[in-house]
């Protein structure tokens, strides 16, 4: 399959974090980091009713990564799983994807917190998180099943995806 993609960014999030080393690797590792969604103006009118929502699913192109790797060593594990079964950055579509708490709107600014991506981040597209729909009861985590969870708040990201 040789079908081209591409996607305009519908904005740009603002954060804290210029480097990745040291950044936290999920948005609950970042609980009360704040950042600013800027939506491009003319997407401005598609936020209308986005305000009842206490959360958002962002969906965003990881910029700083540059290649792929199908096997990596992620970081909450020491040994190496398949990309698909991670979430790490080098993946062959460079997408992230964050559940923030969405604190307000205002215009064409999204106040967030929980952020766990780069400044500059472009952003791809916005969803309300619905949590009749997104919760799942009954779900296996993989390989993680055996990791503690707390380590997720005190993880770092290091440069072990950089290139």
Do not use: C
Request: glycine content about 6%; aromatic content about 8%.
């Amino acid at each position: 399959m040789n079908t081209q993609i591409s996607y305009l960014p519908i904005g740009i999030i603002k954060t804290p974090f210029s480097e990745i080393s040291n950044m936290p690797i999920q948005p609950t590792g970042a609980a009360k980091i704040s950042g600013i969604i800027e939506l491009n103006p003319e997407f401005a009118s598609g936020l209308k009713d986005l305000d009842g929502f206490s959360h958002i699913i962002l969906l965003y192109h990881l910029h700083r990564i540059t290649g792929y790797k199908l096997s990596v060593v992620p970081f909450m594990d020491d040994k190496s799983h398949g990309i698909f079964a991670t979430r790490s950055p080098a993946r062959p579509n460079p997408i992230g994807i964050s559940i923030v708490e969405l604190l307000k709107v205002e215009g064409n600014r999204l106040f967030i917190e929980g952020v766990d991506m780069l400044n500059e981040t472009p952003l791809l597209d916005i969803k309300p998180f619905f949590s009749k729909f997104d919760n799942r009861a009954e779900t296996r985590s993989g390989w993680l099943e055996e990791k503690k969870l707390v380590d997720i708040i005190t993880v770092r990201s290091d440069q072990r995806f950089e290139k």
